[in-house]
């Protein structure tokens, strides 16, 4: 058996891997928040028939030696937490960050989860909750006799009412990481903590390397369209590749097969 025919198989399998992240980035090029993610690969063992360095004679040595790679597999898959461009929207509720750092908000079933997704709502009981109804924390309930909301950029929140002084209702915090890139995908546009992205650090927006929040717009998608379609151009034909190179190693066996 040729070792070409699986060597080609597992780049045709980290190939197809490839196109799968990229299929992912181009789905999400609209979601806000979304960070794009990008395949890595190494290649596998070498099949070693001579060392490099070996004894070939006397005094003299094999100054390459003779190794065969068996292939390629998909060694990570990196998220690239590089900010977005901003939607201006004018819904005071509608967050961005400027800068580093997640919002943290608590799921139904009590676990603690981050995003980067600032599009924020009001639930029957007036807390700020996301679009899943995951409540931010710190919670902050907004007045019922509340006509409007000012988010400082340093995370202040304060009630507007009638013709009374703004009040402050609560305060909006910043989560980072050492490791973002360690976060745990979790879908609905939530992270979720993992050894390898390190314990969660609490500051204040503007603090410790935090970014700002602006009010009244949303982070779009670092997703870049073109960069995605010559990516994607690049799989498809390495795939190709991979697959001729099957062909021609079956075009070998039938050879040998056919000899008499």
Do not use: C
Not at 86 to 102: C, M, R, W, Y
Not at 113 to 128: C, E, L, Q, V
């Amino acid at each position: 058996m040729l070792k070409s025919l699986n060597t080609a198989a597992t780049g045709m399998a980290a190939q197809q891997t490839n196109m799968d992240v990229i299929a992912n980035n181009i789905a999400n090029s609209s979601t806000s928040g979304f960070k794009r993610s990008r395949a890595e690969f190494e290649d596998l063992m070498y099949q070693t028939q001579k060392e490099p360095g070996a004894a070939t004679g006397l005094n003299s040595y094999s100054p390459n030696g003779v190794q065969t790679g068996l292939g390629v597999r998909t060694a990570a898959i990196q998220k690239d937490f590089a900010n977005g461009s901003a939607q201006v929207t004018k819904n005071p509720l509608d967050i961005q960050v400027e800068g580093s750092g997640f919002f943290q908000v608590m799921t139904p079933d009590g676990e603690v989860a981050f995003t980067r997704d600032g599009s924020f709502k009001k639930d029957p009981s007036g807390r700020i909750v996301d679009k899943n109804g995951n409540i931010l924390q710190p919670e902050i309930t907004v007045p019922a006799d509340s006509t409007g909301l000012e988010i400082a950029p340093n995370g202040e929140v304060r009630s507007v009412s009638g013709n009374a002084a703004p009040t402050t209702i609560g305060q909006i915090d910043l989560t980072n990481f050492v490791n973002p890139a360690g976060l745990k995908a979790m879908g609905k546009n939530l992270f979720g903590q993992t050894p390898a992205s390190g314990q969660p650090v609490q500051t204040r927006p503007g603090l410790n390397g935090a970014g700002y929040l602006a009010q009244g717009q949303l982070e779009a998608s670092n997703v870049n369209i073109v960069d995605e379609m010559v990516n994607m151009i690049t799989a498809q034909r390495a795939y190709e590749t991979n697959s001729k190179v099957i062909q021609a190693s079956d075009q070998m066996l039938q050879s040998i097969n056919n000899m008499r």
